[in-house]
């Protein structure tokens, strides 16, 4: 998804900036002096679009204690830390778009975990709109499994739109007015 957001958002004129752990600059999300790093580099920003996290599968039964805090650590905390550490660094007006999933509204058997932090997100979204001044916002996209990652499990991909359709998710939460919501 990630990728398919910095190209939509670079074809309609918006500056990106690309980022994962392994470019220059670069950010880890799982590592908040990463994620202090990062601002330093960059300084300054209209927007934060954030397209990462780790979480695990796993029915209920088999649900691990490692399973559960990887989606807490990485994509609930981890996004959580890239705002609590960006608001300085967001300008007046700029945004922070934040990954949930439809498995915060939409559970199948074995997301109990996923469901959590999806959910965790859209919660702290809520509250935290609710701190942000100057015109800053916060918005939590839910996107629906896309085909990559569906062929990539092993999962048919037919019933899945690709990245590049959910990207436009992305873009009107970058360009809306909407705060603290979905």
């Known amino acids: 998804i990630g990728k398919a957001v910095a190209g939509l958002l670079s074809d309609r004129g918006h500056d990106v900036i690309p980022v994962s752990r392994s470019t220059r600059p670069g950010v880890d999300i799982d590592d ?8 330093e580099t960059v300084g300054g ?14 029915p209920l039964a088999d649900l691990t ?23 300085s660094a967001l300008k007046p007006g700029g945004v922070f778009v934040l ?11 074995g997301t109990a975990a996923v ?11 809520r509250a935290a709109a609710l701190d942000l001044e100057q ?14 990652t569906a062929s990539a499990m092993g999962m048919d991909s037919a019933p899945w ?3 590049a359709r959910v990207a436009d998710a992305y873009l009107a939460a970058l360009e809306g007015e909407l705060t603290g919501q979905p």
Not at 135 to 148: C, F, K, N
Request: glycine share 10%.
């Open 161 to 163: 739109p690709a990245a």
């Open 32 to 39: 908040p002096a990463s994620i202090d790093a990062f601002y």
């Open 65 to 87: 204690e490692e399973q559960v805090r990887l989606g807490i650590e990485s994509k609930l905390l981890g996004q959580v830390t890239l705002v609590r550490k960006g608001f």
């Open 115 to 125: 469901a959590l932090v999806n959910a965790g997100l859209e919660g702290f979204a």
């Open 135 to 148: 015109g800053r916002r916060i918005v939590v996209v839910h996107p629906p499994l896309v085909a990559e």
């Open 99 to 109: 990954t949930g999933g439809m498995l915060a509204y939409s559970p199948w058997p």
């Open 45 to 58: 920003v209209d927007a934060v679009v954030c397209a990462a996290g780790a979480a695990a599968f796993a």
